[in-house]
């Protein structure tokens, strides 16, 4: 069987789930890179175009739902709109963070002097709520669990260097430079002859899980999608819990978390108010092709 360049994580008769690699666009855009439709048309076919449901930035990885038929695309849009559905992200930002979570309501706006990016804006701003949880810390950074109940553009980027913990790497609205693994490993040596490689040089912001009700006219359990790091982020997470971080302390259960993250499996949504306990959840994953 073909390998797809855009992983599908689900399938059945009303929707596709998948896992969108970073630096391809859910929409044409000027670059005249390839988008995503474009690529599923090839790679992907359907009896019927396949339609957006909702979107993620072209630089950020992860779940994304579509669509085959306009009844699922009603249905699945309107949720959306209505914050109905449960998201949640993993965002390796720039540490260390003096609080464990935190709730950012700071309303959005396009910006005049740069559309290609938002600003917080309280007076004629789009509503905009943003709920985090410090998952670990490692080193210089921490990883961040983070709930966003609206879909704002660029609304955890914007936010989160809005309250002074900005991603690790973000051209727009952070440090555009690389996480090189000779800045934390006190013992790096380079290969001889050969450039050091970066851990990662893309946006670390990943959308690792969605949760959604099925359809109302085909009842079944509510349905979690996980959207597994690639290897880069992977392997970034791996290399700075390993040779970035001071503090010991939790250390198992720490661990423990990583390797929950890096096996893909769901972790529990919390609320910007209500404590949570990790990694134990109670919800299904689907993780097969429904075909």
């Known amino acids: 069987m073909k390998k797809l360049s855009v992983p599908v994580l689900y399938e059945n008769q009303d929707i596709l789930i998948l896992n969108k690699p970073s630096g391809i666009s859910v929409t044409k855009d000027r670059s005249g890179a390839p988008w995503l439709m474009e690529i599923l048309q090839k790679e992907f076919p359907t009896p019927e175009p396949l ?3 909702h979107r993620i930035d072209k630089e950020t990885s992860g779940v994304l739902l579509l669509a085959k038929n306009k009844p699922a695309q009603t249905f699945y849009t309107s949720g959306f709109s209505k914050q109905r559905f449960a998201k949640l992200y993993l965002a390796l930002v720039q ?3 003096p609080q464990n979570r935190g709730r950012i309501k700071a309303p959005l706006l396009r910006s005049r002097q740069n559309p290609q990016t938002m600003h917080v804006q309280p007076w004629k701003g789009k509503e905009a709520v943003t709920d985090w949880l410090k998952l670990m810390e490692l080193g210089p950074f921490a990883l961040l669990a983070v709930q966003p109940p ?3 553009t660029h609304q955890i980027r914007v936010h989160l260097a809005h309250r002074g913990i900005p991603l690790a790497l973000d051209p727009l609205y952070a440090s555009p430079h690389p996480l090189m693994l000779s800045d934390y490993k006190k013992d790096y040596r380079p290969k001889r002859d050969t450039p050091e490689s ?3 040089s893309r946006l670390t912001l990943h959308a690792y899980q969605l949760q959604i009700p099925p359809l109302p006219t085909k009842p079944q359990t509510v349905c979690m999608f996980v959207a597994p790091l690639d290897k880069k982020f992977s392997a970034t997470l791996k290399m700075l819990f390993k040779h970035a971080r001071s503090c010991r302390t939790a250390e198992n259960q720490e661990a423990e978390l990583l390797q929950t993250i890096l ?8 609320s910007g108010e209500e404590p949570t306990t990790f990694p134990q959840t109670d919800i299904d994953t689907l993780s097969e092709f429904d075909r």
């Open 51 to 53: 339609r957006l449901v």
């Open 95 to 97: 540490g260390p963070l």
């Open 150 to 152: 609206t879909g704002r």
């Open 198 to 200: 970066p851990l990662i």
């Open 263 to 270: 096996a893909a499996q769901p972790l529990p949504f919390f």
